[in-house]
Every structure is written in structure tokens, then in C-alpha cells.
């Protein structure tokens, strides 16, 4: 039977927040500041889709911050703010697949190019997914806050990928440092509600689908058809 526990204040969230910050900006600043060309030398498009992306994992934390120290207008306010950055995310994310598939040599550890498209596809359909779930959820804290950080894991691959990449370890580690957030989700929630709620296992089972997308749907001939009328 599940604990009776309050849904708010708890600094779980509080802490995976600065967690997913932490992986964004370790992923991604290094490697743009060694640029031999210098930071500028990007397209204006990498800078507006990287300080939107960062700024979502930022709200996160805040929201999280807001709910712990029970500022729950705030919370309200910066909420709505959330939909503005997430329709930016995806946005600025189509426009950043399109330039990636005009490029020839972009490519997704050992993927060919038309396969590597499958990776932010399937990510900004799930951070889709979990999102609009956690707005519809909103009245129920549990569910709500579960979701909304379930967004940020499942958009994630991308900063985990240029971690990953920048400290040398082997491609397989990007999954497994994933999974190991969905651990992380699975024992506060069997800690704190003595079972795994179902949007943990929902965004399990989200990131799964992906992987079985992205390792063998992704390599189909009918995938390079829908790449290019996605992106050509």
C-alpha cells in the first residue's frame, strides 16, 4: 500500500533538477567554448535552440524550488511560462533536425545519416507526450511533477550524448546513464509512495519505444522516405 504523502515539498525534484542542469551544461558548454573558430562562429539557430533548451531545464528547477518553499503563485506564474518554452524547444528543434539532415556527415555514433534523424525525432515526440500529460495533470501534484521531469529526461539524449562524448566514454554509456535517472525516479517513488507510480513506468516505457525506434525502425528503407519529406 502506498505511504500517505503530501504532493508537494519534496526536494527529490528539487535536487534531479539541478541534475539535468548539471548534464546540460557539462554536455554542451565545453565542447562550444573549444570551438577553433570561436562560440560566434555557430549559426544564430545552435544558440537560440541551446539557450532554450537550457532555459526549460532551469524552469524546472525553479518550479521545483517553488513548490519545495510553498510559493505556490510563483509556481502558477512560471508554469505558464512553460508552455511558451516548450513550444520554443520544439520549434527551434525542427529547424535544428532540418539543418542536421542537410548535412552529410552529421551522424549519431555508428547510424548512418537518414538513421540518426530517428533520435530527435522520437525525443521531441516524447518530451511531447509527457508534457502535455503533465499539463493535463496539473491538479494532481504527484502526477504533475513526475511528468514534468520525465519531459526533461526523455529530451535529454542529446546533452547526455555530448557528455558522454566529451569525458571518452564508449556510445552504449548514453543509455545506460539514462536508465540510471529512471532508477533513480523508480526508488524515491517505491521509497516515498512504496511502488513505482505509472508515470515512471509510462516514461520507461516511452524510452524504450524510442530505443527499439532508434535501433531498428530507424535503419528501415521506408524511414529515409519519411526523413525526407520531414526534412528535405
Not at 524510452?207 to 530507424?218: D, E, R
Amino acid at each position: 500500500m502506498a505511504k500517505n504523502v503530501a504532493s508537494s515539498g519534496e526536494p527529490f525534484f528539487r535536487y534531479m533538477g539541478l541534475l539535468l542542469t548539471a548534464i546540460v551544461l557539462v554536455g554542451f558548454v565545453p565542447p562550444v567554448l573549444s570551438k577553433a573558430d570561436g562560440v560566434f562562429s555557430l549559426p544564430l539557430l545552435y544558440h537560440v535552440h541551446g539557450l532554450v533548451f537550457v532555459c526549460w531545464f532551469v524552469l524546472f528547477f525553479m518550479q521545483a524550488s517553488f513548490v519545495q518553499r510553498g510559493h505556490s503563485q510563483k509556481h502558477r506564474l512560471f508554469g505558464r511560462l512553460s508552455i511558451a518554452i516548450a513550444i520554443a524547444m520544439l520549434v527551434s528543434g525542427y529547424f535544428m533536425m532540418r539543418a542536421a539532415y542537410a548535412l552529410p556527415e552529421f551522424s549519431i555514433g555508428k547510424n548512418s545519416h537518414v538513421a540518426s534523424m530517428m533520435f530527435p525525432v522520437t525525443d521531441l515526440i516524447n518530451f511531447s507526450i509527457a508534457y502535455a500529460l503533465a499539463l493535463h495533470h496539473r491538479a494532481n501534484g504527484i502526477a504533475h511533477k513526475r511528468l514534468m521531469l520525465l519531459a526533461g529526461i526523455l529530451i535529454l539524449d542529446p546533452a547526455v550524448a555530448r557528455l558522454i562524448q566529451t569525458i571518452g566514454a564508449p556510445f552504449a554509456f548514453i543509455p545506460v546513464l539514462e536508465l540510471g535517472l529512471f532508477a533513480l525516479l523508480f526508488g524515491y517513488d517505491v521509497s516515498r509512495l512504496g511502488r513505482p507510480h505509472w508515470t515512471s513506468w509510462l516514461g520507461l516505457v516511452l524510452f524504450l519505444i524510442a530505443m527499439v525506434a532508434k535501433l531498428s525502425i530507424a535503419q528501415m528503407p521506408f524511414w529515409t522516405d519519411i526523413a525526407a519529406l520531414l526534412f528535405a
